[in-house]
């Protein structure tokens, strides 16, 4: 089982701010995911990496914009939050082979 | 394409059984099953993979049939603690390295 961090887990901001979400993983897994999820609804993958210096968009269209400058972190980042971006986010690495994704326990971000 | 998971909610008593299908329009590498709870992360159960196979974690079991690209999770004797909401995670082995989620099938457990 993965150790997979995610800070802050709780953040209440005001339209308009920057914020960064934390995520980072002890496990050395090459892959690493950002899924967008509403209360008791599906989980949508709006980013993900298969290594350093590699990123991509998911399916969901995001405003958010994430790095993988080391293979235990991949931040996410709002340059503007708005109340539109207000829900849970939860990162996820995977090993490889099965690619078996291992969540982390989620930020669940509000935005005034 | 996301799978297609029925029933979309069950209610139960302790020691019931239930059975949660997930059903995708493409052909499938693997299925994974996880379970979240109310305000927490999901915590994976058991994958299955191309071929066909059945698994078994106690009371929790599985199947995929990979002709029907059909996977279906079995839940006996329930318990409190079964209560979530299931997510079937396909692989579609040309989508390297991510999964599909299904929308989820809430169960309540009463005692």
């Known amino acids: 089982e993965a150790d997979i961090y995610q800070t802050p887990r709780y953040l209440v901001i005001g339209t308009g701010k920057k914020i960064t979400l934390e995520c980072s993983q002890t496990?050395?897994?090459?892959?690493m995911y950002w899924y967008q999820q509403d209360p008791g609804m599906e989980l949508h993958l709006i980013h993900y990496?298969?290594?350093?210096?590699?990123?991509e968009k998911g399916d969901l269209s995001s405003e958010s914009t994430v790095s993988r400058i080391r293979t235990e972190h991949f931040p996410l980042t709002l340059e503007s939050a708005r109340p539109s971006h207000t829900s849970q986010y939860l990162c996820?690495?995977?090993?490889?082979?099965?690619?078996?994704?291992?969540f982390g326990p989620g930020t669940r971000l509000t935005v005034l | 394409q996301q799978p297609v998971q029925s029933p979309q909610a069950v209610i139960l008593r302790e020691g019931e059984d239930a059975v949660i299908n997930c059903s995708s329009s493409?052909?499938?590498?693997?299925v994974h099953w996880y379970r979240q709870k109310h305000g927490e992360a999901p915590v994976f159960l058991m994958i299955l993979l191309k071929g066909g196979e059945q698994k078994g974690h106690e009371k929790i079991s599985a199947s995929f049939n990979e002709k029907k690209q059909q996977s279906s999770l079995y839940l006996t004797a329930s318990q409190l603690s079964y209560s979530g909401t299931y997510f079937c995670?396909?692989?579609?082995?040309?989508?390297?390295?991510?999964?599909?989620f299904g929308q989820g099938t809430i169960l309540t457990v009463h005692p």
């Open positions: 996820a690495s995977a090993r490889g082979g099965t690619d078996t994704q291992y």
């Open positions: 496990m050395g897994h090459d892959k």
């Open positions: 995670g396909t692989h579609a082995g040309t989508s390297y390295g991510k999964l599909t």
């Open positions: 493409k052909a499938l590498y693997s």
């Open positions: 990496s298969y290594g350093v210096n590699s990123t």
